[in-house]
């Protein structure tokens, strides 16, 4: 059975001409601004296109709660994960670790959480401050939670898992 083909803009030809695509592929397009008060503002900008293994289907956007233990991040039933977002989209900060069953650091004991990064919160102005993980090989080894939350007010964050 062939798989349905995509179509994309064809480079070489005319804006209108599509030629076809065999498989699926992850598309990135980001900018980040920065601007001081008196001068112009300096963008960054990053493109580009990945060919996917698969035609299968995102897990997710999916807004789930997580309170102060550490957790698992859930990717639904990816289960080869080729980029991995995560947005904040409650009032307080977010960690996301790495779980460590064999450590190489001596600092980190085994079955511990090792810190990877903050998501910051909502509350600091940043509402949908988001971080993206292209290609996590351990995937199945990431945390996530809210330090500060308490049992009845938990943090929201958004997950997408996009096959590899």
């Not at 900008?45 to 807004?63: F, K, N, W």
């Not at 810190?115 to 945390?143: F, N, Q, T, W």
Request: hydrophobic fraction near 35%; glycine fraction near 8%; proline fraction near 10%.
């Amino acid at each position: 059975m062939a798989l349905p083909q995509h179509t994309e803009p064809d480079p070489g030809g005319p804006s209108l001409q599509y030629k076809k695509v065999d498989r699926g592929r992850l598309v990135v397009v980001e900018q980040v601004h920065h601007s001081l008060s008196v001068e112009q503002p300096t963008t960054i900008e990053s493109r580009y296109v990945r060919p996917l293994s698969s035609d299968e289907q995102a897990y997710g956007p999916r807004t789930l709660d997580v309170g102060p233990e550490w957790q698992p991040v859930d990717v639904g039933w990816v289960k080869m994960v080729g980029m991995l977002c995560l947005q904040n989209r409650g009032d307080a900060t977010l960690e996301v670790g790495l779980f460590v069953e064999h450590p190489v650091e001596p600092t980190i004991l085994p079955g511990q959480v090792a810190h990877l990064c903050y998501i910051p919160s909502c509350d600091r102005g940043m509402k949908g401050e988001s971080m993206r993980l292209p290609d996590p090989d351990r995937v199945a080894d990431l945390r996530i939670r809210c330090p500060s939350s308490i049992a009845h007010l938990k943090g929201k964050y958004t997950v997408t898992a996009i096959p590899r």
